[in-house]
């Protein structure tokens, strides 16, 4: 049940507000978040409960995650980038319509969708840009399994979860459906997450819903706002949720699993 990994009397708390639109939290080991403010073309960074820019003119960043090294990793239209610890930015993938969300994975490589292709590509650790899938109607956020065995995709445009086995040379295969997201409230699946104990996290409609490893919904934590997205906090506990305006946070009692 969904009261063993969150509790129940403790609804999320809003930690910062007054955006435009909120999307790609992701968590940095210093002790700061960061996440994309869509429309006005920025990321922005949450620190003590202080807010601040992080970077202007972001090119519409969205997704957002850090490699091994702590560097940032964005989704921006039409590239992937990684920003240096010098501050300069490396263009690691070109010419894409609109990548969406992204994932770090143990071997070095890349996974990271692009919503409006409906592929999801891999950035090999050599830098060779590939599609390792086209079987979704809209990919939207990805996520790694807590062995990095399997690769977890929203498809936005079905309203469901699609997982893959990841192979030996990191392309996928045997895709397949995991979970279903029907629902009478609008709105589709976008940005996932999992925990140490292979439960995946979804910002769907009405709130973050709750899979176990076999796709079993356990529930959904619902929130004030349509969440886009989602990512674990210090030392990968507790919940960041990016929702519309604004940005909130559950506490958990599952840790989240590590990709950087």
Known sequence: MIDELIDPKMPPEKVAG?????EGP???????????????NRIMKLENGAVSVFRENSNAANGLTFDHQGRLLTCETGRVTRTEKDGSVTVLAKDLQKPNDLVYAIDGSIYFSDLPAGTVNQITRRGEVRVVARDCARPNGVALAPNQQKLYVADSGRRNLRVYDIAGDG???EGRVFGELQSEAKGAPDGLKTDEEGNVW?????GIWVFDRNGKHLGTVETPEPPS????????RGLYITARTSVYRIATKVNGTRTY
């Open 202 to 206: 979804v910002a769907g409609p009405g």
């Open 26 to 40: 992701v968590f940095s080991r210093r002790g700061y978040l960061l996440f994309s403010d869509i429309p006005p």
């Open 18 to 22: 007054g955006f435009q639109f909120t």
């Open 171 to 173: 392309a996928l295969k």
């Open 229 to 236: 997205n989602c990512n674990w906090g210090a030392g990968f």
